[in-house]
């Protein structure tokens, strides 16, 4: 089943965000698909608030990896593969560590690394330019 | 004489070692292939199994060429974050086992720190004024935007930063948007040189207080480029020197904008400093960002405007280097700010 949700602006993330989380309550690593400039960093953020994180979640796209903790100490990992050249690259951060921490992981650019996402990864698009589509 | 101190820096991409005595370099150095030809091998590209490679062929050529032996060096600093953590585990691994070996003193250094104690860093060819605390320094990188008060060399207080994307990352991917290479900050500077930086407008943040954004103008100039190629395929190739300048003083003057605005809240009363009287009149910039021409520009027009004195770092230490690290230990060498073997990496922020 596919989930469809139309925003016309940011203050419908937070709602879409907790339907997420809510369909997929076992699940905990999320791929954000979608093309520069569709909003994957600002729905993350409205994730991230629903998930309790305490940090701004901001755009990870030079350090590859930001990490938040949750007003609870746990972390929740905020992935962006843009920078990505090659999947040995991938490797070389340790990406399982992360990815296999039962901790939540939320992936910006997945289709860059498209053949090392576990099977469980539920994935998300986001399409549209006034009016967004969030489909999951 | 000051002591010689050994500063590692691995937070990212960049493996980077250099000796400082006291405040004055006696090498810097980043793993290049021309390092590996010295040691023997190729340099791999990126994070932390780069930096297992790199580690040891780097901090031999900073040793060597500081023209010193290593049972010289008074102590070994190292970043502690933030950073990827696997690649700052290799460079606080090495330190740790290289202060264990040689019984010197370990010190760990936060990297957004360092960026901002770069400014200290001196060449006695080249003799400048530093800056003198308090000061505001804008730390602009391709994953940083901050803007810190500095009250002392380890007293700083992030007054505002960006809320989604880094400036750096505002010129790359512009930069990406008009089909250039990553990292493009650079090129749109050079390119930029010839064009009417007025020519195009883009849409401005409209973010409270002293915090930045730039995902906005990254999307504005990204509709604006689609629709004006469905109009003229060729319209970047023909406008590609004015994009560049509109988009480079556009980045140049939103960060302009709030550092303006920090330092006149700092002379009023949120961060009212005892005894300075009302005015804060030393400005700084760091990080990579700040090699760019149109941003030193303005900081030294707004400058003379406002009555600032202005600090641009030398261009070497401006983008992740290890020199900063170096003289960031330095300092905490004199207090005696020294760090155990239990010292834990950290991924995020901790200021």
């Given at each position: 089943m596919v989930n469809e949700y139309s925003v016309k602006s940011e203050i419908g993330l937070p709602e879409i965000a907790r339907k997420l989380?809510?369909?997929?309550?076992?699940?905990?690593?999320?791929?954000?698909?979608?093309?520069?400039?569709?909003?994957?960093?600002?729905?993350?953020?409205?994730?991230?608030?629903?998930?309790?994180?305490?940090?701004?979640?901001?755009?990870?796209?030079?350090?590859i990896i930001n990490e938040y903790h949750t007003h609870k100490q746990i972390p929740v990992y905020h992935f962006d593969f843009y920078r990505i050249n090659k999947l040995e690259?991938?490797?070389?951060?340790?990406?399982?560590?992360?990815?296999?921490?039962?901790?939540?992981?939320?992936?910006?650019?997945?289709?860059?690394?498209?053949?090392l996402l576990p099977a469980e990864t539920v994935k998300v698009s986001i399409t549209g330019e006034q009016e967004r589509i969030i489909a999951f | 004489m000051p002591p010689f101190i050994l500063g590692i820096e691995t937070s990212c991409d960049d493996t980077s070692a250099s000796v400082v005595e006291g405040t004055i370099v006696r090498s810097n150095v980043t793993a290049n292939q021309e390092i590996h030809k010295e040691f023997g091998g190729v340099v791999p590209e990126l994070a932390s199994r780069a930096h297992q490679q790199n580690i040891v062929p780097v901090i031999e050529a900073a040793i060597r060429r500081a023209n010193i032996r290593k049972n010289q060096l008074a102590a070994v600093a190292f970043t502690q974050g933030?950073?990827?953590?696997?690649?700052?585990?290799?460079?606080?691994?090495?330190?740790?086992?290289?202060?264990l070996a040689m019984e010197i003193p370990l010190i760990e250094v936060d990297h957004m720190q360092a960026h901002?104690?770069?400014?200290?860093?001196?060449?006695?060819?080249?003799?400048?004024?530093?800056?003198?605390?308090?000061?505001?320094?804008?730390t602009v990188s391709g994953g940083h935007?901050?803007?810190?008060?500095?009250?002392?060399?380890?007293?700083?207080?992030?007054?505002?930063?960006?809320?989604?994307?880094?400036?750096?990352?505002?010129f790359d991917k512009s930069a990406k948007i008009l089909g250039l290479p990553y990292p493009g900050g650079p090129i749109i500077d050079k390119l930029a040189a010839g064009g009417d930086p007025v020519r195009f407008s883009f849409s401005r943040p409209n973010i409270p207080a002293l915090d930045y954004s730039f995902s906005g103008l990254k999307t504005s100039i990204l509709y604006f480029i689609r629709d004006e190629l469905k109009k003229d395929p060729a319209f970047i190739e023909e406008n590609k020197r004015d994009l560049c300048a509109s988009i480079q003083a556009t980045i140049v003057e939103i960060l302009m904008g709030k550092l303006k605005l920090a330092?006149?809240?700092?002379?009023?009363?949120?961060?009212?400093?005892?005894?300075?009287?009302?005015?804060?009149?030393?400005?700084?910039?760091?990080?990579?960002?700040?090699?760019?021409?149109?941003?030193?520009?303005?900081?030294?027009?707004?400058?003379?405007?406002?009555?600032?004195?202005?600090?641009?770092?030398?261009?070497?230490?401006?983008?992740?280097?290890?020199?900063?690290?170096?003289?960031?230990?330095y300092f905490k060498f004199l207090k005696g700010d020294f760090t155990k073997q239990s010292a834990i990496s950290y991924a995020r922020s901790r200021w």
């Open positions: 989380l809510a369909s997929y309550p076992d699940k905990r690593i999320f791929a954000l698909y979608g093309t520069m400039g569709a909003g994957k960093t600002t729905f993350i953020k409205a994730i991230c608030r629903e998930l309790g994180v305490e940090d701004e979640a901001l755009s990870p796209t030079f350090s690259e991938v490797y070389d951060i340790g990406y399982e560590e992360y990815l296999f921490s039962g901790n939540y992981c939320l992936l910006e650019w997945p289709e860059l690394i498209e053949e | 933030p950073g990827l953590l696997g690649s700052l585990l290799v460079g606080s691994s090495f330190a740790k086992s290289f202060a901002i104690l770069a400014h200290f860093l001196e060449d006695p060819q080249n003799q400048r004024p530093l800056p003198s605390f308090p000061f505001v320094c804008l935007t901050q803007i810190v008060l500095v009250r002392d060399y380890f007293d700083m207080e992030v007054l505002g930063q960006t809320i989604d994307d880094a400036a750096g990352e505002a330092v006149e809240e700092i002379r009023d009363t949120r961060y009212a400093i005892p005894d300075h009287g009302s005015r804060i009149v030393d400005v700084a910039i760091a990080g990579g960002v700040s090699a760019n021409s149109a941003l030193r520009k303005a900081l030294l027009e707004t400058a003379d405007k406002e009555g600032w004195n202005a600090f641009i770092p030398q261009f070497e230490y401006t983008t992740d280097n290890a020199a900063m690290i170096a003289v960031a230990g």
